[in-house]
T-cell receptor, first 112, second 114 residues
Framework: AQKVTQAQTEISVVEKEDVTLDCVYE???????LFWYKQPPSGELVFLIR??????QNEISGRYSWNFQKSTSSFNFTITASQVVDSAVYFC?????????FGAGTTVTVRA | SAVISQKPSRDICQRGTSLTIQCQVD?????MFWYRQQPGQSLTLIAT?????????ESGFVIDKFPISRPNLTFSTLTVSNMSPEDSSIYLC???????????FGSGTRLTVV
């Protein structure tokens, strides 16, 4: 069985602060994919990143960065210099057989 | 990556009625997925719809309540039957990713049952 845990329910920061979202996963499979999605108040799901289990390189995309550590089964997400537009629910998800298992989500509120 | 058109975007329905949600994909896909997102909750997979075969339902979801059609490789519908207020949720369809990308989701149907 697969499981994704996002222990942080809500995070509130002031603009320009950095935010790190934790994601811990469980799977028995050796081949799997990890994802992060953003869900703004409008409700659509916005794809942010995909990482496969064999690629432990960290990634940076603008103000976003991801830290994948297979040894601790974690795939954490950092927003640097947060902005009000970053306010959303962020979901971590795991897939190995075309089915996505989502974490509970972390609500990020960035205050001006 | 694929583009999905999902309709309706929102609806308010009377209890006991049914609502059919449509998803149209701009490319042919073997599998389509239907998810439910209850208020303030995460997404839960309802079923996987393959063209030419019966949908596969996840534990806790049944065909009588959520019948799914998949008439071709670009289209699927989900019907929410005999609705109750507990069915008030966002329903989303999704297709598997192209290489290097994520699963694509429809824009969602925000359903309120009164």
């Amino acid at each position: 069985a697969q499981k994704v845990t996002q222990a942080q329910t809500e995070i509130s920061v002031v603009e320009k602060e950095d935010v790190t979202l934790d994601c811990v996963y469980e799977t028995r499979d050796t081949t799997y994919y990890l994802f992060w999605y953003k869900q703004p108040p409008s409700g659509e799901l916005v794809f942010l990143i995909r990482r496969n289990s064999f690629d432990e390189q960290n990634e940076i995309s603008g103000r976003y960065s991801w830290n994948f550590q297979k040894s601790t089964s974690s795939f954490n997400f950092t927003i640097t210099a947060s902005q009000v537009v970053d306010s959303a629910v962020y979901f971590c998800a795991l897939s190995n057989d075309y089915k996505l298992s989502f974490g509970a989500g972390t609500t990020v509120t960035v205050r001006a | 990556s694929a583009v999905i058109s999902q309709k309706p975007s929102r609806d308010i329905c009377q209890r006991g009625t049914s609502l059919t949600i449509q998803c149209q994909v701009d490319s042919q896909v073997t599998m389509m997925f239907w998810y439910r997102q209850q208020p303030g909750q995460s997404l839960t997979l309802i079923a996987t719809a393959n063209q030419g075969s019966e949908a596969t339902y996840e534990s806790g979801f049944v065909i009588d309540k959520f019948p799914i059609s998949r008439p071709n490789l670009t289209f699927s519908t989900l019907t929410v039957s005999n609705m109750s207020p507990e069915d008030s949720s966002i329903y989303l369809c999704s297709v598997p990713p192209d290489l290097g990308y994520g699963y694509t989701f429809g824009s969602g149907t925000r359903l309120t049952v009164v």
